[in-house]
């Protein structure tokens, strides 16, 4: 949580000095207060003893009784001040009682109004100042992992999964947020106001204060070993969030397929499993914390009658007055209160603590991939080229590709087949630097990626990636993604050339209709060809295409591809594809098998010589269409 809180500005930190000096401020109010209810209570009980004075003689100083009966009031205070400094409290008491009036009782509660009203205002204070600094740091610490996790490449975000980033950046920020207001609110008053109430006691009646002090020790200790098995469930807790997201998550992203399965009842089953264990570790906490409440009722109570019991014993002897006892109660049930507040945060910070080192071991990551210390120029132009490239994923025990050397030239079409989990997507993220080579270098332009400003490289391609995702927002939104102006007319000539156009003319908000989260309000076709589209409006020199034809029906399939042909002779392109009807007429056509390249060349060449390229083309034509 401290590492967190090195982004607090300057102004925060004028705000959190500001809120100490208010909450001192207002613990003054609150002893005040305290002070006022102890002399309302004195000049009550002195009209009592000025209108009943045997009251007073009967239970104080019975030896003056018959010394008033002779002189009065007049009397005792010249007999006491024969008394030397022993007579001097009794002077002065006498006083107090002689003079006591009800316009004391109406002083001391104005005066206590006023207090009350005081500590009202600052109190306010003091929350909207807290929520402001609390506000301020969750904003930046939020802006700041949002920019940390856009950083990272594929590499960081399966580390991490997509459920546990989304839980970090909302449920974490928001435990961290509160837990940071009530702090700001309570730590500082708590100990001011359970040292100033102690001081206060001992100035007092200081034999009163050892209840006071066992008390407070019972319930550290009650709180302390309440901490102590509380702490590692909530670690556990926040690990079950991320788990009940990702089922909460799949099991909407995926709907369709749930219901076309019927697998509601695997997917509730699931859910099930992971609420059951969640709710399970929050009764658990939820019942050590539910003790914490009937342990702070009995310890004040107990309090509050140890107090008396002691007050009485000492009123007896005439050591102390009705009216301390009464402050000593207020002053204890101060102090418990402000254990309290440290009980509100006991049960908040372990969660926040948690949180804030979730959310540290992101911001603490750094991403694999990032730009260069010194950044080269493009010396070519459309060129992509792999050279001896091996990859192997994180953790993995062997290499996915294996050696991988070709070359695309300005203007040319490259076109990839192979079987499953043959690697052919993981060329594509290499391009894009979405993965960095283990082994070998990626040339685009004539330079290594690796030298190369991310911005500006990926600047120069136009990438559809293999499952087509598209944003909520309108259809001319979608398309001009990225841009800060929309071009109508150029998201007017991308959807021509993807053959989207005329499925959007048909609706009837045209452009302006609203495309919902992923796309799910259109079909696997109408989405691929809008994302094609995006990659049109860009006009980048290298064009790749992640299986990005399969949901388009061969008509579709022949029109777009003629359209992109036409599009930019001298744009560069590359083309994952199953179908060989996509691929056949392509410059140079890639065979992987294994995570090696088994053939290369062009169409006529490689269904003579390569026998995985013929078997897969055997596969979907007759040899009368191969010509064989």
């Not at 990272?152 to 207001?181: C, G, P, W, Y």
Request: net charge neutral; glycine share 6%; with cysteine.
């Amino acid at each position: 949580m401290f590492k967190l809180y090195k982004r607090f500005s300057a102004r925060d930190w004028i705000f959190i000095l500001l809120i100490i000096g208010l909450t001192i401020l207002s613990v003054f109010f609150t002893m005040q207060l305290v002070d006022c209810i102890q002399d309302i209570i004195a000049s009550i009980t002195n009209i009592n003893f000025k209108n009943h004075p045997e009251e007073l003689f009967k239970d104080t100083y019975e030896g003056l009784y018959p010394i008033y009966q002779n002189g009065g009031w007049s009397g005792i205070k010249e007999f006491a001040l024969t008394l030397g400094d022993n007579g001097k409290a009794i002077v002065d008491y006498v006083d107090r009682i002689e003079n006591a009036s009800v316009n004391d009782i109406w002083k001391f509660g104005g005066i206590m109004l006023a207090y009350a009203f005081g500590s009202m205002i600052v109190q306010g204070i003091i929350s909207v100042l807290a929520s402001f600094v609390a506000a301020n740091l969750t904003t930046r610490v939020r802006e700041e992992l949002y920019k940390k996790i856009e950083s990272f490449s594929l590499q960081e975000i399966d580390k991490f999964s997509t459920s546990s980033l989304v839980t970090r950046t909302t449920n974490d920020l928001h435990q961290i947020q509160m837990a940071n207001l009530m702090t700001m609110r309570m730590i500082f008053q708590a100990p001011v106001t359970a040292i100033w109430a102690l001081i206060k006691f001992s100035n007092s009646a200081t034999s009163l204060s050892y209840a006071t002090i066992i008390g407070i020790v019972s319930i550290v200790l009650v709180i302390g070993t309440i901490m102590f098995f509380a702490i590692p469930k909530f670690k556990i807790m926040q690990k079950l969030t991320d788990s009940l997201n990702q089922v909460t998550r799949d099991n909407l992203t995926g709907i369709r397929i749930v219901r076309a399965y019927n697998a509601e009842d695997y997917e509730e089953k699931r859910f099930d499993n992971a609420n059951i264990k969640f709710t399970k570790a929050q009764i658990f906490t939820g019942r050590l914390m539910s003790l914490m409440s009937p342990v702070i009722t009995i310890v004040m109570n107990g309090l509050s009658l140890a107090i008396y019991v002691i007050g009485a014993y000492l009123i007896n002897d005439g050591k102390i007055l009705y009216s301390e006892v009464v402050a000593s109660v207020m002053l204890s049930s101060q102090i418990i209160m402000s254990f309290m507040m440290i009980l509100m945060l006991f049960i908040m910070w372990p969660r926040a603590l948690v949180a804030a080192q979730r959310i540290n071991e992101v911001l603490e990551t750094n991403p694999s991939i990032v730009n260069p210390k010194e950044e080269k120029d493009f010396i070519e132009k459309g060129t992509v080229e792999f050279k001896n490239v091996s990859f192997k994923y994180p953790k993995a025990e062997g290499n996915v590709l294996e050696n991988i050397t070709f070359k695309v030239n300005k203007g040319e079409t490259l076109a990839i087949i192979g079987s499953t989990s043959s690697g052919k997507t993981t060329i594509i993220n290499m391009i894009s630097r979405l993965y960095d080579a283990s082994e070998g270098e990626v040339l685009v332009d004539g330079v290594n990626v690796k030298d190369v400003n991310l911005e500006k490289l990926r600047s120069h391609i136009g990438f559809v990636p293999q499952k087509g995702f598209l944003f909520n927002g309108t259809i001319k939104e979608n398309i001009s993604f990225g841009s800060d102006i929309i071009d109508e007319e150029r998201v007017k000539f991308a959807a021509s050339v993807a053959c989207a156009s005329d499925f959007i003319e048909e609706k009837d908000e045209k452009y302006d209709y609203v495309i919902s989260q992923g796309g799910k309000n259109v079909s696997g076709g109408q989405r691929q060809r809008l994302c094609i589209a995006r990659c049109v409006y860009l006009s980048p020199e290298i064009y790749i295409f992640d299986d990005s034809f399969s949901a388009l029906d061969y008509k579709t399939d022949k029109k777009l591809r003629e359209n992109l042909n036409n599009l930019d002779k001298e744009a560069t392109k590359i083309i994952v594809a199953q179908r060989i009807g996509t691929i056949m007429d392509a410059d140079k056509i890639m065979v992987l098998e294994n995570g090696g390249i088994v053939g290369f060349g062009k169409h006529q060449d490689l269904i003579h010589n390569c026998e995985v390229y013929k078997e897969i083309a055997l596969s979907q034509l007759s040899r009368e269409e191969l010509g064989l």
